[in-house]
């Protein structure tokens, strides 16, 4: 009789623990992001600041990295109003951002709006890279738990300099800066 009491239990357990190893058993660790940032490009110079070479890494593009202190602040205000305006308020993920997006891409029926925050696309970008590609309610789960892990270990700009000096522009630019070089001709 006992048994029979426990077997939806153990029917339960089973199914979490199966979910759980779906979804985190090959999560990345937060920590773990250096070893996938974009290797800054080597510029050679003449002594008036004028480019004369640039070694691109092997893989990647134009990078150049700054700190969040040499970054413009119409800059740092723009990628937030564009991309994610509760950035300093929210733990890594915008819950009211990602039910706006489902209705949105619902009524819409196709994905048509994305609900990721600033901090959701670093870990997307940075950890999540073999699933770049794919749109899964796993890898956007995994993205929101890495998101707020990462919330809760770097600072607001820590994460907004990361942003900032790593996605892709376009024209083989990662980052404001050699976004600012390639296409503008001058420094960010």
């Not at 996938?36 to 008036?48: E, M």
């Not at 040499?70 to 205000?77: A, G, L, R, V």
Request: with cysteine; hydrophobic share 45%; aromatic share 10%.
């Amino acid at each position: 009789m006992k048994s029979k009491r426990l077997l939806p239990f153990t029917i339960l357990a089973a199914i979490l623990l199966a979910l759980w190893l779906y979804l985190f058993h090959d999560l990345p660790r937060v920590d773990a992001f250096p070893d996938h940032l974009n290797q800054p490009s080597v510029r050679i110079v003449d002594r008036n600041e004028r480019l004369l070479y640039e070694i691109l890494p092997s893989e990647g593009g134009r990078n150049a990295v700054l700190s969040i202190e040499s970054i413009p602040q119409c800059m740092k205000d723009a990628a937030i109003a564009v991309e994610d305006k509760n950035f300093y308020s929210n733990p890594g993920v915008d819950f009211e951002g990602i039910v706006r997006a489902l209705w949105i891409n619902l009524q819409g029926g196709e994905t048509l709006a994305g609900g990721s925050t600033i901090t959701q696309q670093v870990a997307r970008n940075l950890l999540l890279t073999d699933e770049l590609g794919t749109r899964s309610p796993r890898r956007k789960i995994r993205e929101a738990v890495l998101a707020w892990q990462m919330s809760r270990q770097l600072s607001k700009d820590e994460i907004l300099a990361l942003y900032l000096n790593q996605t892709y522009y376009g024209g083989l630019a990662y980052g404001v800066e050699a976004a600012s070089q390639t296409f503008f001709g001058k420094p960010a």
